[in-house]
């Protein structure tokens, strides 16, 4: 069924691996797939729950630290955990576990279709008794800071006692390993328990990190239905509440245990957390968890409707876009203090941080199916502009934005400046997000309040780090482009291509935005002190920018002497020595050929049209033959860009690698979280590569394919307020109009306008490399 995920397995490996894939969240909250019971002392488990941007500050340690380098980062927090709920049976209190006893019949299922998760057990205790246990879990999408529990249990050939402990537990910690660079590698213990109480029936535990000062707290309350009789109890100490309900079940009779908690913090909801939580309590003490059910199934059914992507010939594949996409929606901020995390929030991989895949890899996916999501992701941006400045200072710009490479609260997080201060292409990459953003909506209010500053500001940072030489042409140096195997060069030509569609833009912008409103236009122009003389200025570095071309292999290199170095040697290279980044110092990395990831051959992707055609493939199959894709943002460009030179078989090879990366725990890391971008990667895959979509400024444009294995696949779009959906089979590709009037679109580079009720219907054209 490919819309549900479900395993059977028990294995120790596999466990720790669905932890990740089986997490739920709204964006705001992120709890792991954790048993309610704890798996026991011989598996270790990553515990986690996670609020969104929620993070305590930690020392950055330096051996020998230079003018600049950040003191200190974020670090996302593991916080108080309401998972716990543990079962004993019987006069003796017989604890159920799944390391005792024996397993009948166990499946554990994510619901795609519906968001909720759920977990079925039949269990012999070791004496014996036989009882069946059915979880159900959510995070709400309706109700943000609401993560419930339902819990049934039915003994099925005993009658007697049966004990339900239900605990949420402030001593938490995150989970590090000083061995890997992708996890955080050390402050373990981040937060501190500064309240325990219970009070009518509901317990509390509040929290404050170390040094950022945030507080969380965490509120429960229980529901009941059964037909025996029971007892509550309650008890706290300095760390946690426990309550203790104790049945009597005749043979046959149930138990319905329904877990309310709700998280709040002092970022969202003030200094006074006790409230907070109790009134939003409150407000959803009457729902049951069935209602709860039947709201969450109501959003995911409008998510579904406006972003599902089917494919026929393929159920695998089926369920890994669906699985993605499910996720993607999961991990989205939806406030101005949150983005997209590299793990979202199913794991502490990356430590939270946020990175330049939000805007490339994930706000296309939501910018496509639901720009209001694409919207808030972009306004958290905006809202650390004044940080962006700040670093841009520190690194000697006298104007400009600088966005750090890896971040939460707006402040530079990496210690390791090569592979991270030095990637300056992210200030163009956010540029880039904000342009496509006002192609697809239009949305000129946007731009006025919140587009133009950024596109000014970021451009600003491209005219004072670049400089004229003596042919004329504007160059920029020492920095690093998306290839981390690759730092601290002249030219990148990623970033310089990217840089030139920024200043254009901005100066597009900025005379653009004369013209919606003067007024906005003299009070923006007047706070940035930016005149028509700069604006030109910026038209004019992007007239001269030096893009690295090479004539006798016609590729664009990927920076300046990048076709000076040896090619890496992978031929010798063991098998278990990838990722190279595991096994050899960055400075053996940087002296060769070796691409960590897609970067010439990204930028010819984000801007197409800024490259003749033979060259971008002349520059695809060198490239390819010195990329790892030890990064999980690699192999979904490559699909794209062989689909859009005609190999759809490669295209699809390499679509295949992306799609199932973490059902399938390609990388080997799934357990750290899932890979958010290269979900993203997946929808653009399809979307972006088979269907040949871009959004450009004259319009949207298709030139879709179809890979051999597949029968017919479709998906949805919208595009400047309608919604569109497009169907590809062997044969034809039919166009739709769900919402809206009518839209113009070009498929095939011609211009069809699309009306409602009256879908276009057209002959496929498959293209051949």
Not at 256 to 267: E, G, S
Not at 581 to 602: E, F, G, I, S
Request: proline residues 3%; contains cysteine; hydrophobic residues 35%.
């Amino acid at each position: 069924m490919t819309w549900t995920v479900t395993s059977q397995s028990l294995k120790k490996e596999d466990l720790i691996t669905q932890e990740s894939l089986f997490s739920l969240g709204n964006g705001y909250i992120g709890v792991r797939g954790n048993f309610e019971e704890t798996y026991g002392t011989d598996i270790g488990e990553v515990r986690g729950t996670y609020i969104n941007a929620f993070h305590d500050v930690i020392d950055i340690p330096y051996g020998e630290k230079q003018y600049g380098f950040p003191s200190t980062q974020q670090k996302m927090v593991n916080i108080i955990d309401a998972q716990t709920i543990q079962l004993f049976f019987g006069e003796d209190r017989e604890p159920f576990s799944i390391h005792n006893g024996k397993i009948l019949d166990y499946e554990r299922s994510l619901h795609l279709d519906k968001g909720y998760y759920s977990r079925k057990i039949h269990w012999r205790s070791p004496q014996g008794k036989e009882v069946k246990i059915y979880v159900e879990r959510l995070v709400s999408f309706l109700h943000r800071e609401l993560f419930a529990i339902h819990l049934q249990v039915e003994p099925i050939n005993f009658e007697g006692n049966v004990e339900i402990k239900s605990t949420v537990n402030g001593d938490v910690y995150n989970y590090v390993n000083p061995d890997d660079p992708r996890v955080g590698a050390g402050h373990a213990k981040s937060l501190r328990v500064t309240d325990t109480r219970v009070d009518n029936h509901r317990g509390m535990v509040v929290c404050e990190t170390k040094t950022s000062g945030l507080q969380v707290g965490c509120l429960t309350q229980h529901q009941i239905e059964t037909t025996g009789h029971y007892m509550e109890t309650s008890e706290k100490d300095e760390k946690s509440v426990t309550f203790t309900y104790r049945f009597h079940l005749g043979q046959g009779e149930t138990i319905q245990f329904v877990k309310k908690n709700i998280y709040v913090d002092t970022m969202r909801h003030g200094n006074d957390l006790n409230a907070a939580a109790n009134q939003r309590m409150t407000d959803i003490e009457g729902e049951s968890f069935s209602a709860l059910k039947n709201v969450q199934a109501q959003y995911v059914e409008d998510f579904w409707k406006h972003s599902d992507v089917e494919i026929d010939g393929d159920p695998s594949l089926q369920e890994g876009i669906r699985f993605n996409l499910f996720h993607l929606l999961q991990a989205a901020g939806r406030d101005p203090y949150s983005n997209v995390g590299a793990k979202g929030l199913s794991g502490e991989g990356y430590e939270g941080h946020y990175f330049w895949d939000t805007e490339i890899y994930i706000v296309p996916v939501f910018l496509m199916t639901n720009p209001e999501l694409a919207r808030q992701l972009l306004l958290y941006r905006y809202s650390t502009l004044d940080d962006a400045r700040n670093r841009a200072r520190e690194l000697g710009h006298k104007k400009g934005a600088l966005y750090p490479w890896r971040t939460i609260s707006g402040t530079e997080c990496s210690s390791f400046f090569p592979a991270g201060t030095a990637q300056y292409h992210i200030s163009a990459d956010i540029a880039y997000s904000y342009i496509q953003y006002f192609h697809a909506t239009q949305d000129i209010p946007f731009m006025i309040d919140y587009g133009a500053e950024v596109l000014f500001e970021t451009a600003r940072l491209w005219a004072d780090l670049g400089h004229y030489r003596r042919d004329g042409k504007f160059v920029m140096e020492d920095v690093t482009g998306p290839d981390e195997y690759t730092c601290i060069v002249n030219n990148n030509f990623y970033t310089n291509l990217m840089a030139k569609h920024n200043l254009n833009w901005a100066h597009q912008i900025f005379h653009q935005l004369k013209k919606w409103d003067e007024a906005a236009f003299r009070e923006l122009t007047g706070k940035l002190s930016v005149d028509e003389q700069e604006a030109e200025q910026w038209k004019e570095a992007a007239r001269n920018m030096f893009l690295p071309y090479d004539e006798t292999l016609d590729i664009n290199p990927q920076d300046d002497s990048f076709l000076d170095k040896a090619v890496w040697d992978f031929d010798n290279t063991p098998t278990d020595h990838y990722p190279l980044l595991l096994h050899y110092h960055p400075l053996t990395l940087y002296r060769y050929q070796v691409c960590k990831q897609a970067d010439t051959v990204l930028a010819h992707f984000l801007l197409e049209d800024a490259v003749k055609p033979e060259t971008m493939k002349h520059s695809y199959h060198y490239y390819e033959k010195i990329t790892t894709h030890d990064s999980s943002l690699s192999t979904c460009i490559f699909s794209i860009m062989a689909a859009r030179l005609g190999d759809i078989q490669k295209a699809y090879q390499y679509f295949i690698e992306t799609a199932r990366l973490d059902l399938d725990d390609t990388k080997g890391n799934t357990k750290d979280g899932l890979h958010m971008a290269n979900m993203g990667g997946t929808w653009m895959a399809i979307v972006f590569g088979f269907a040949g979509l871009r959004i450009k400024e004259d319009g949207l444009y298709l030139a879709p394919n179809i890979p051999e294995d597949w029968e017919r696949y479709s998906f949805h779009v919208q595009y400047k307020g309608c919604s569109i959906k497009t169907e590809v089979t062997k044969h034809e590709v039919k166009m739709e109009l769900i919402e809206g009037d009518d839209v113009s679109v070009h498929l095939y580079g011609t211009l069809y306008n699309i009306k409602r009720n009256t879908p276009l219907v057209l002959t496929i054209k498959q293209t051949v490399s």
